[in-house]
């Protein structure tokens, strides 16, 4: 299985300050069409779920432009411009290159 | 309302079975991958299986495979997840998500709010 190791566990961050959150793969998550098959996911308190970034930089519907994100190969980085309130949560990456699908243990965002 | 509601959770004993049930609602899945993933709550996602649009392609995590049983129903706009022998380790939130793409590429863009499964004796 793909093991998908994310960093820091725990991020304390001030608002409208940036924020970085890594993601490296256990293996190379680069598709022979030359995309990344990397996802990243913001779980709210309370709440299910929500993509926000697929096949590593293209943003899902709805998701403000502040989220990026980045990367190739084995490693990641989803980066946040200016940090709002609303984004406090869970961050999870998750590879889609080959089954199982597996994600990263989760980065926890709250303002400090 | 894009809406994924998931159903059928709850108490059972070890060895025992269940099956979820996840609607859709304000969209029809018959053309979308469709998933169910879990989590023990407090913890992380964990995958547990996949199914095609048309059922040629089903994929499960291995601490499942044998044990659970995904399928569908395009033409009531239905997903479920047979649970047989189940175990302690299986309690958690059980969810199911939409795959943006066939092949579950491009993530998953639409998730329900999940059914808790307990099993306890």
């Known amino acids: 299985d793909i093991v998908m190791t994310q960093f820091p566990l725990s991020l304390p961050v001030t608002p409208g300050e940036p924020a970085s959150i890594s993601c490296r793969s256990s293996?190379?998550?680069?598709?022979?069409?030359?995309?990344?098959?990397v996802d990243w996911y913001l779980q709210r308190p309370g709440q299910s779920p929500q993509l926000l970034i697929y096949?590593?930089?293209d943003r899902a519907s709805g998701v403000p432009v502040r989220f990026s994100g980045s990367g190739s190969g084995t490693d990641f980085t989803l980066k946040i411009t200016r940090v709002e309130a609303e984004d406090v949560g869970v961050y999870y990456c998750m590879q889609a290159l080959q089954t199982p699908w597996t994600f990263g243990q989760g980065t926890k965002v709250e303002i400090k | 309302e894009v809406q994924l509601v998931e159903s059928g959770g709850g108490l059972v004993k070890p060895g025992g079975s269940l099956r979820l049930s996840c609607a859709a609602s304000g969209f029809s899945l018959s053309s979308d991958t469709m998933n169910w993933v879990r989590q023990v709550p407090g913890k992380g996602l964990q995958w547990v299986s996949s199914i095609s649009s048309r059922n040629t392609v089903i994929y499960y995590a291995d601490s499942v495979k044998g044990r659970f049983t995904i399928s569908r129903d395009n033409a009531k706009n239905l997903v479920f997840l047979q649970m047989n022998n189940l175990r302690a380790e299986d309690t958690a939130v059980y969810s199911c998500?939409?795959?943006?793409?066939?092949?579950?590429?491009?993530?998953?863009?639409?998730w329900g709010q999940g059914t808790l499964v307990i099993v306890s004796s």
């Open positions: 998500a939409r795959a943006k793409f066939p092949g579950d590429v491009g993530g998953f863009d639409i």
């Open positions: 096949m590593g930089s």
């Open positions: 293996q190379s998550l680069q598709h022979s069409n030359g995309y990344n098959y």
